[in-house]
Nanobody, 127 residues
Framework: QVQLAESGGGLVQAGDSLGLSCDAS????????VGWFRQAPGKEREFVATISWSGSATYYADSVKGRFTISRDNAKNTLYLQMNSLKPEDTAVYYC????????????????????WGQGTQVTVSS
């Protein structure tokens, strides 16, 4: 499995921007569709976005579409999430994750499809 580690969380105000990074330990990272999830207190972990192994395809939750951008740099084994126009409801712990199998579709967004997870990074948006 791919080892993942997020960074870049913090406290921002509504309307601000913030970027998250996720470093992967394996060179096979480039074979996996990866994504971002988030979990707010008392709520289930929810899908945010996925990106295909090549970076050519992306898929977003409706709640973040047009505000968040997922990208990856396979040469650096790194996944990114650029978050703009942040809202208080975006407050959560954000996790990066990799699919259980290589070369899977970006639309497979269910938590059960992901076999590797980072430890999470806190994002807090104040109003």
């Amino acid at each position: 499995q791919v080892q993942l580690a997020e960074s870049g969380g913090g406290l921002v105000q509504a309307g601000d921007s913030l970027g998250l990074s996720c470093d992967a330990s394996e060179r096979t990272f480039s074979s996996y569709t990866v994504g971002w999830f988030r979990q707010a207190p008392g709520k289930e972990r929810e899908f945010v976005a996925t990106i295909s192994w090549s970076g050519s395809a992306t898929y977003y939750a409706d709640s973040v579409k047009g505000r968040f951008t997922i990208s990856r740099d396979n040469a650096k084994n790194t996944l990114y999430l650029q978050m703009n126009s942040l809202k208080p409801e975006d407050t959560a712990v954000y996790y990066c994750a990799a699919h259980r199998k290589s070369y899977m579709s970006v639309v497979l967004k269910g938590v059960a499809n992901f076999g590797s997870w980072g430890q999470g990074t806190q994002v807090t948006v104040s109003s």
